[in-house]
């Protein structure tokens, strides 16, 4: 027979019920009123370099966070030229940024800043070509270093992909990408419009001449059409738990936080990468000279998640095979797109194996050498 919970059982379900419920309501009154919104990338980090509203960020390193061991060659983060960066410094104790700084490591991040009209002519060759390695050369520069550690988040990952593909011989001592489509066969829905439905990019270009952000944010929908819904009944499970629903307002805050994709440089998206499928075909063009990701031979990290609603699995799967590196490593992880770099994935998996493939392409650094 089964057991019958004591009146004390039933009315302490009873009172949690009533207290989680108290919550519920003043916590889907703050999300609905838009009050106490997450404070978002509160790591210190000085701006070392700027071109337009491209900024080159140098995070603050407290050799006390990490018992004074710091590694070389610094990292530069390439980031995606349609999201904003913060989701790599979502908040204090769920930062990407975070974890590699009390790891012992020099961190920079190219930040793309919001396109305007002034960026709508930037191509791909602009940024792989031009910023990129401007950036390098500054990060040389501020650190005293020969090399730097590439890592390219999402999009950024491409963009580092050809730039490792047309720059072989760059100071860098080797190449991790998270979450970097390369099959666009497998990017959804919108990329099918582009990609055999006669949608052109001029169709949906705003009066500035780039892609707004409502058409990239859409695109990312299409993906997954039932994952809003999804979200909000988990949201409503989880209500009453403060942590949770500050984690929630910073993450969902992000995915629905884009900005503009320079008009050239999404015209130049669709034809190659998409259209062309060119990474996957080896149909790849960089300031007029044919490029080839098996010329890639840094050694090479690619980190994907099994349940990313925005690179699928699919799209990602070729790269380990298409880098020509001998040095290269692949790592699947049962987790979604922002898994990756924020929450307890993350923090237990994902970030220490990227940290440990680092340092063991790094040298830590003695003080004198840190403090000079």
């Known amino acids: 027979m089964p057991t019958v919970p004591s009146p004390q059982t039933v009315l302490d379900r009873v009172r949690r019920d009533v207290e989680r419920n108290a919550l519920r309501a003043r916590n889907g009154l703050r999300l609905v009123s838009g009050v106490a919104r997450p404070d978002v990338g509160r790591t210190p980090k000085d ?7 491209t900024q080159l960020w140098h995070y603050r390193n407290d050799p006390e966070t990490h018992g004074g061991v710091t590694y070389s060659p610094p990292l530069l983060v390439v980031f995606s030229l349609v999201s904003r960066s913060y989701i790599l410094d979502l908040a204090p104790g769920n930062s990407f940024v975070e974890q590699l700084l009390k790891a012992g490591f020099d961190v920079y991040l190219l930040d793309w800043g919001e396109p305007d009209e002034r960026d709508a002519a930037n191509t791909l060759e602009d940024y792989v070509d031009d910023y990129i390695p401007a950036g390098v050369e ?6 005293g270093a020969d090399e730097v550690t590439l890592v390219g988040y999402c999009f950024g990952g491409d963009l580092a992909l050809l730039y490792a593909a047309h720059h072989p011989d760059a100071p860098v001592r080797s190449l991790t990408v998270l979450a970097t489509p390369v099959d666009f066969r497998h990017m959804g829905p919108l990329a099918d419009l582009f990609r055999v439905g006669g949608l052109e990019v001029s169709d949906v270009l705003d009066a500035d001449g780039n892609v707004p952000p409502r058409v990239v944010l859409q695109g990312f929908k299409t993906l997954t059409p039932t994952a809003e819904v999804t979200r909000y009944v988990t949201l409503w499970e989880r ?6 629903v500050a984690g929630y307002q910073a993450m969902t805050g992000w995915s629905d936080d884009h900005v503009p994709f320079p008009g050239a440089a999404a015209e130049e998206t669709v034809r190659m990468l998409v259209r062309d499928n060119g990474m996957v075909t080896d149909r790849l063009t ?14 090479f990290l690619t980190v994907r998640a099994d349940r990313d609603h925005i ?8 790269l380990i095979d298409l880098v020509g590196s001998s040095d290269k ?4 992880l049962p987790a979604g797109h922002m898994g990756l770099v924020v929450g307890r994935t993350a923090a237990r998996t994902t970030v220490p194996t990227i940290i440990d493939f680092l340092r063991r392409r790094s040298e830590p650094l003695a003080a004198e050498e840190v403090t000079r």
């Open 47 to 53: 701006v070392v370099w700027q071109r337009g509203r």
């Open 138 to 143: 500054r990060v040389l520069e501020v650190s």
């Open 239 to 244: 209500l009453w738990n403060d942590e949770y």
């Open 286 to 299: 960089v300031g007029g000279d044919r490029v080839h990701l098996s010329d890639i031979r840094w050694p």
């Open 311 to 318: 690179v699928p699995p699919e799209a990602s799967a070729p």
């Open 329 to 332: 490593h692949e790592l699947r």
